[in-house]
């Protein structure tokens, strides 16, 4: 039977820091945590498949340790990077958040490239949910080289849509509140997850569904449950997730307010314009082919959308539909970009990415795969990543440091992902009310432990 994984193995909490006056504005060093699982094979780096993950709001390290055996059985190299304010990593403010974190073009030495160079890793696969959308995206069209020239590939499970298009109104009222509030929202999932009766279930408000605090978290034990002789890698993650997630509140989530004030577009005058130097989805998408092209790459998207989601709404309605269109077919630059959508039966937005709704195991296959001859493989077929060894790009950078911790991002369990290729052509959808009532019953807004209940 497989061992549990341990806080205290070092893989799961490296440090790396960025010296100071290295990041244009920033006089001080920039330390990162993250953690760096799964299989490694330091003799034969090429055998890697290097998938680097954008964690969600909750962007904690800790979250997906207990995929590091089905990440090792398939080959695949886990690289999961703390955002600012999250664990041991550094905070910044919420304009420079995506400046600091990856865009090398106008801050200088950018977080992401460096981390990557100092691993000595070239190309990467790319794998994000919810939040961390938005910082997968940005980081792509910014530095496409590091996307591998024969499968270059980015998977989105459960992807960030603005309440604006997706019309949930749990998540329109939260974009309603100031940002005073929504920064609030580490301080929200703490009082929620320590004084707040699990039995609240669906009654969550609209700033506990902002930062994603449901009924099944609220309340987790730190302590184990004991493993079953016949356990299935999903069931030992569902086990341990509990853990996990006293895990990362016992560290630093303050990035937690200040990710969903950049996801809400309330971080400062210029905000509503949207994210980065793009905007928002539609805008991206032409930029981006533009950017593939002059880099010489293409790019192979997967789409998983949960069948239940009160955040963005559920598969097929509003707000998945309309991410779809956004990368519609003759948006994509005649075959630039192969964009494929899925949903995952049973998901929810929080566990969509889980071993045991199989999209972990259907990544991390499409990405070993031996058919590794393709350049561009179309419909539903998903690209690989690999580890080739990078040169150090003039970054004056310091070595990693472990802080002790496991994570370990995709596995998998059984596959119950329905695979499909739907590029939906309409842009302007109608506004639609999601059936999932808010009840705004007493908006606190006061001091630090109270946040906006309903």
């Known amino acids: 039977m497989t061992s549990d994984p341990s806080f205290d193995d070092p893989r799961y909490s490296r440090?790396?820091?960025?010296?100071?006056?290295?990041?244009?504005?920033?006089?001080?060093?920039?330390?990162?945590?993250?953690?760096?699982?799964?299989?490694?094979?330091?003799?034969?780096?090429?055998?890697?498949?290097?998938?680097?993950?954008?964690?969600?709001?909750?962007?904690?390290?800790?979250?997906?340790?207990?995929?590091?055996?089905?990440?090792?059985?398939?080959?695949?190299?886990?690289?999961?990077?703390?955002?600012p304010g999250y664990g041991g990593t550094d905070e910044v403010q919420v304009q420079d958040r995506l400046q600091v974190w990856q865009d090398m073009q106008t801050r200088g030495v950018a977080a992401i490239p460096a981390l990557l160079a100092h691993l000595h890793i070239k190309h990467v696969s790319v794998g994000c949910h919810s939040a961390g959308t938005v910082y997968a995206l940005d980081f792509i069209?910014?530095?496409?080289?590091?996307?591998?020239?024969?499968?270059?590939?980015?998977?989105?499970?459960?992807?960030?849509?603005?309440?604006?298009?997706?019309?949930?109104?749990?998540?329109?009222?939260?974009?309603?509140?100031?940002?005073?509030?929504?920064?609030?929202?580490?301080?929200?999932?703490?009082?929620?997850?320590?004084?707040?009766?699990?039995?609240?279930?669906?009654?969550?408000?609209?700033?506990?569904?902002?930062?994603?605090?449901?009924?099944?978290?609220?309340?987790?034990?730190?302590?184990v449950a004991p493993a079953s002789a016949l356990e299935t890698d999903g069931e030992r993650e569902m086990r341990l997730r509990p853990s996990l997630m006293s895990k990362a509140y016992s560290e630093n989530l303050q990035g937690m307010g200040v990710d969903a004030v950049l996801m809400m577009h309330k971080g400062s005058d210029d905000a509503a314009a949207g994210w980065s130097d793009w905007g928002g989805y539609e805008a991206y998408v032409p930029r981006l082919v533009e950017a593939l092209r002059a880099a010489g790459r293409t790019l192979t998207v997967d789409a998983f959308h949960a069948e239940n989601d009160s955040m963005v709404g559920d598969y097929g309605e509003q707000g998945p539909t309309w991410f779809d269109s956004c990368w519609a077919a003759d948006r994509c630059g005649d075959g630039v970009i192969a964009y494929?959508?899925?949903?995952?039966?049973?998901?929810?937005?929080?566990?969509?990415?889980?071993?045991?709704?199989?999209?972990?195991?259907?990544?991390?296959?499409?990405?070993?795969r031996s058919d590794r001859h393709d350049k561009h493989l179309p419909d539903n077929t998903v690209a690989e990543p690999e580890?080739?060894?990078?040169?150090?790009?003039?970054?004056?950078?310091?070595?990693?440091?472990?802080?002790?911790?496991?994570?370990?991002?995709?596995?998998?369990?059984?596959?119950?992902?329905?695979?499909?290729?739907?590029?939906?052509?309409?842009?302007?959808?109608?506004?639609?009310?999601?059936?999932k009532a808010v009840e705004s019953e007493n908006k606190v807004v006061e001091s630090e432990n109270k946040v906006a209940e309903s």
């Open 141 to 223: 069209l910014h530095h496409p080289s590091f996307l591998h020239p024969q499968r270059p590939y980015l998977a989105i499970a459960g992807p960030w849509i603005p309440p604006a298009q997706s019309g949930v109104i749990s998540m329109r009222i939260a974009q309603s509140l100031p940002a005073a509030v929504i920064g609030r929202s580490e301080t929200l999932a703490r009082f929620m997850k320590s004084t707040v009766n699990p039995a609240l279930g669906a009654g969550a408000s609209a700033v506990s569904s902002l930062v994603g605090v449901v009924a099944r978290t609220i309340g987790a034990s730190s302590s």
């Open 340 to 368: 494929n959508a899925a949903e995952v039966e049973g998901a929810d937005h929080d566990l969509v990415w889980s071993i045991k709704l199989g999209v972990p195991e259907k990544v991390f296959s499409k990405m070993s």
């Open 387 to 435: 580890n080739p060894i990078v040169e150090s790009e003039n970054l004056i950078i310091n070595s990693e440091n472990p802080v002790g911790e496991s994570e370990n991002l995709l596995g998998s369990d059984n596959s119950t992902v329905k695979l499909e290729n739907p590029i939906v052509a309409s842009e302007n959808l109608v506004m639609e009310s999601e059936n």
């Open 15 to 83: 440090e790396f820091h960025l010296p100071g006056n290295t990041i244009q504005d920033r006089s001080e060093r920039l330390k990162i945590t993250y953690a760096d699982y799964g299989y490694r094979n330091e003799e034969n780096p090429e055998e890697e498949n290097v998938f680097l993950f954008f964690p969600p709001l909750l962007g904690s390290r800790w979250m997906h340790i207990a995929k590091d055996d089905i990440a090792k059985k398939h080959k695949i190299r886990i690289i999961n990077v703390e955002r």
